[in-house]
């Protein structure tokens, strides 16, 4: 099942947890390399208990697990060898570093989205007061960043090697949680919605191409403003198997087809008295459509429902962010 999930046949089995002390080491999946599997060493985003953690049970001899119970885990899926034996330092430092990630969190804040697109993300990498352990030290550059100085970046997430992803988190104001970004959560839903999101329980994440605007036109004078924080967005889907394409639906029903992984779509939309415009950026069908209730024949009509939720996804994030 390992080799299947990372789609590694030289691989000879899964590592477990080296940190985190007696209750965690050895006890655990490697949390770099199954990151929300629920068996890790400790709790990030979304909790799953995959087919590995099934397998793990079986081969005790103690258990039978249904194995149709299982959870899909999307992190280290068909990410082949490089991700499953090598550290993440040699991704991070490629053309192709995902699911890593090289961003420091900083504001204005450039949105990205979780593995599984269901949530909205910001890269997890942080400053630490002193240089990490030079096996965790991964950068050969960071933007804005004096070489002397990369030592101290890393992930916030100790236990992942401290290899820097892209995490959901919540959104506070004065110490107040304001709302989490996980898209599947109608509670999420903006109230200054400067792209026309949606989050419900037909919502996943997807990239902007552009900071959104709204504009209007009151008494003669127009008013333009933009988004600050962007880069990624939730919206309903609905996915067509027959022609591996998907809509995406905006908040005032309108709709846009993604046919095609990186194709931009440029969306000029009216809701009340605001004009929006910005663009998307489609990703592969696959890394939307893996969730069988977005398909069109089982999916509700084209305009989004903000009340409805999948109540499976209401669980804390733990990255917060001040607004």
Known sequence: LARKHFNCAQLEGLELENQGGALTALSHWEKRLLENEAMTGTFTQNPVFSELTFALLEDSGWYKPDYSKAERLNWGRNAGCDFAINSCGALINSN??????????????????TVDRLAVALCNMIPYTANLPPEYQYFSSINNVPSSQLGLYGGSVQL??????NQEFTWTS????VRGTRCRLADNNLE??????????????????????RSRTTNGQEQTV??????????????????SAFDIIFSNCTKYSCKTEGETIQASLTEGEWSYTGSLVCPSYESVCW???????????DCPDGGAEDTRFRVSSLIVILI
């Open 96 to 113: 192709s570093p995902e699911p890593f990630c090289a961003t420091v969190k900083v504001q204005p804040f450039r949105l990205r989205c």
């Open 160 to 165: 992942a090697d401290y290899c820097p992803y």
């Open 174 to 177: 004065s110490g107040v949680a």
């Open 192 to 213: 200054s919605n400067y792209a026309l999101e949606t989050y419900g329980s037909e919502s996943m994440c997807i990239e902007q191409g552009s900071a959104w605007k």
């Open 226 to 243: 933009t988004a600050v924080n962007w880069g990624s967005g939730c919206y309903k889907i609905k996915c067509n198997a027959a022609n």
């Open 291 to 301: 969730d069988s209730r977005l398909q069109d024949t089982v999916s509700g009509g």
